[in-house]
């Protein structure tokens, strides 16, 4: 029987890849194969498109269109290699940022053609839709307090789309708003401005509800 494919959004500092690992703990324990991926990444062709994509490695400002179909050449090769053969086999797979950044992103923030996005979206994924995305719903500035924490020790710099303004940033979360009510069934939005075990009950209900 082929595995679930569960998705994970949401505006930075959503706090998706923590929930992530606590879906996975729990799926785990219902005896269930997971394999838990990010994007852009998962493959070493996807890694090498993200050191291009975080922080211009190329050392050159990105075309947004050049931007857009690298993303979507990580979300291919992703697919190709590693979640269509996962869940053929029966595993479940779990992704941090999926399709839906794309639209929120290029789309409602940068301002790419809704449509345009779809398909090509759909040409990356071989026709393969997420069967759940959950969307960790949080105030920007909330969002942005916690990168702070993260970042206080000085270990880590800020990547290219956490340096965008805060405006882009407002275009990002309702842009998810708006995926979420063009398609109900297969968003479940979860309000993450709560501690980690409330979000993690409400994530697991949502996943026993929608696909257990
Ligand atoms: P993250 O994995 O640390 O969240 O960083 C990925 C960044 O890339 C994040 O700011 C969202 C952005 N992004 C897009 O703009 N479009 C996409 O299609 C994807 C997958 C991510």
Redesign the pocket.
């Known amino acids: 029987m082929s595995g679930k494919f569960i998705t994970f959004e949401g505006p930075?500092g959503s706090g998706?890849s923590t929930q992530i690992r606590l879906l996975a703990e729990q799926l785990e324990k219902q005896g269930i194969d997971v394999l838990c991926t990010?994007?852009?990444g998962g493959t070493k062709t996807g890694e090498a498109i993200r050191s291009i994509?975080?922080h211009d490695a190329a050392g050159e400002a990105l075309a947004e269109r050049a931007?857009l179909m690298l993303?979507?050449a990580s979300?291919a090769q992703l697919m190709n290699q590693v979640i269509l053969p996962a869940l053929k086999s029966g595993t479940w797979v779990l992704c941090?940022?999926?399709?839906d950044?794309?639209m929120a992103?290029?789309g409602f923030a940068r301002g790419m053609d809704i449509s345009t996005l779809d398909a090509i979206n759909e040409f990356a994924v071989f026709g393969r839709m997420p069967d759940l995305t959950v969307l960790l719903d949080l105030d920007i500035e909330a969002g942005f307090r916690r990168l702070e924490e993260r970042y206080a020790d000085g270990q880590a710099s800020h990547?290219r789309?956490?340096q965008e303004a805060r405006d882009f940033h407002h275009r990002v979360r309702e842009g998810y708003h708006k995926l979420a009510a063009r398609e109900p069934q297969r968003f479940r939005m979860i309000n993450s401005d709560r501690s980690i075990e409330d979000v993690s009950s409400d994530v697991w209900n949502a996943v026993k509800e929608a696909l257990l």
């Open positions: 930075e998706k990010r994007e852009p994509l975080q931007e993303f979507t979300r941090d940022r999926f399709i950044s794309t992103y290029q990547d789309f956490e």
